[in-house]
């Protein structure tokens, strides 16, 4: 149902197509340059830059990942999380997420929950990124200059079996560095639905607004909707 769609979509929108593999020894060197490049790619002059390297990468491990994504899950999981790192302010989207309960965290708390976070995120979109086989994809020009150096967003176009999507991305530039703090898909804020879950959760009779509770079940708070 909506969110299930949302994973598949958020995860089409930001990464674009699959094809065929390749050979472990082109692998190997590959994960490597990728790597580089995802590094560099956060310190691009421009936020739009940083977002089309991110997505060449990305779309590189994914038709590398064809090969074995089914049968080792966990490396390429882990493989997609190398990649994301660099370009994806996890930390921030996570704490943005927690809303105003963000105070009544602890330190260990905070970080425990961006790990899962992120964990969740990555995992989502890797297991919708093997969904679907084909897709165009491309940044559009810039229509309106931020008056923030420090934020940009960047509108993307993908379109798949001849359908468009829009898809904006909010970026932030922390000293030399940008990095990827949410995602508007068709005009749906993904942080704000994520923080809705857990505002929610925290708030709903199940866990009492308990947070260490909520933050021992989040997998389970976003669980795809059953059809």
Same mark, same amino acid.
């Given at each position: 149902m909506f969110w299930s769609r949302? %994973? &598949? %979509? #958020? #995860?089409?929108?930001?990464? !674009?197509? @699959?094809?065929? !593999?390749? $050979? #472990?020894t082109e692998t190997a060197s590959n994960e490597a340059r990728a790597i580089a490049r995802m590094h560099a790619a956060n310190q691009s002059e421009t936020a739009e830059a940083a977002v089309e390297i991110a997505s060449e990468e990305i779309m590189a491990l994914i038709r590398r990942g064809q090969v074995y994504a089914k049968d080792d899950p966990d490396r390429f999981f882990t493989e997609v999380e190398q990649l994301l790192q660099p370009v994806v302010d996890f930390p921030r989207f996570a704490r943005s997420v927690m809303g105003v309960w963000y105070k009544r965290a602890n330190?260990?708390? /905070?970080? /425990? &929950?961006?790990?899962? &976070?992120?964990?969740?995120?990555? /995992?989502?979109?890797?297991l919708a990124l093997t969904q679907f086989h084909d897709g165009q994809v491309r940044v559009l020009p810039n229509r309106r200059e931020s008056k923030n150096p420090n934020r940009a967003t960047v509108n993307m176009e993908i $379109?798949? /079996?001849d359908k468009p999507y829009s898809v904006v991305y909010a970026m932030e530039r922390r000293g030399q560095k940008w990095g990827l703090v949410n995602i508007v898909i068709e005009g749906i804020n993904l942080r704000l639905n994520y923080r809705s879950q857990f505002d929610s959760a925290m708030k709903g009779p199940k866990f009492g607004q308990d947070l260490? $509770?909520? %933050?021992? $079940?989040? #997998?389970?708070? @976003?669980?795809?909707?059953?059809?």
């Open positions: 949302m %994973l &598949f %979509l #958020s #995860s089409l929108v930001l990464w !674009g197509g @699959i094809a065929s !593999g390749q $050979t #472990s330190d260990e708390q /905070r970080q /425990r &929950f961006a790990e899962s &976070f992120k964990w969740t995120l990555v /995992r989502s979109y890797a $379109t798949y /079996r260490e $509770t909520v %933050l021992q $079940t989040w #997998s389970n708070v @976003i669980v795809p909707d059953s059809e």
